[in-house]
Nanobody, 120 residues
Framework: QVQLQESGPGLVKPSQTLSLTCTVS??????????WAWIRQPPGKGLERIGS???????SYTPSLKSRTSISRDTSKNQFTLQLSSVTPEDTAVYYC????????????WGQGTQVTVSS
């Protein structure tokens, strides 16, 4: 059973960098055809994909967030990390990490989500 767990600060000040880590257990982040994604849901809005990192370490980002986003990984710890810079209150959301299966084009495992509030 694959499990994902987000961790990081719940409160970030405007203009600072939001940093979250997703720890994966029950499966390796280097397994072929799996993509490891960050997704968020602002209050009262739908899910928004932020970006992902593949089993081989390649990254892709949603265009609207690309200039502020960086996703990296630590294969020795089976973790991947999101950094979102220059945050504003509009970045307040529940942030999720999830696994995406390329051949099936679907997310099959999700973390429980973590609330991040941007406020001074």
């Amino acid at each position: 059973q694959v499990q994902l767990q987000e961790s990081g600060p719940g409160l970030v000040k405007p203009s600072q960098t939001l940093s979250l880590t997703c720890t994966v257990s029950g499966g390796s982040i280097t397994t072929n055809d799996y993509y490891w994604a960050w997704i968020r849901q602002p209050p009262g809005k739908g899910l928004e994909r932020i970006g992902s990192i593949t089993y081989s370490g390649s990254t892709s980002y949603t265009p609207s967030l690309k200039s502020r986003t960086s996703i990296s990984r630590d294969t020795s710890k089976n973790q991947f990390t999101l950094q979102l810079s220059s945050v504003t209150p509009e970045d307040t959301a529940v942030y999720y990490c999830a696994r995406y299966i390329g051949r099936d084009r679907m997310y099959d495992y999700w973390g429980q989500g973590t609330q991040v509030t941007v406020s001074s």
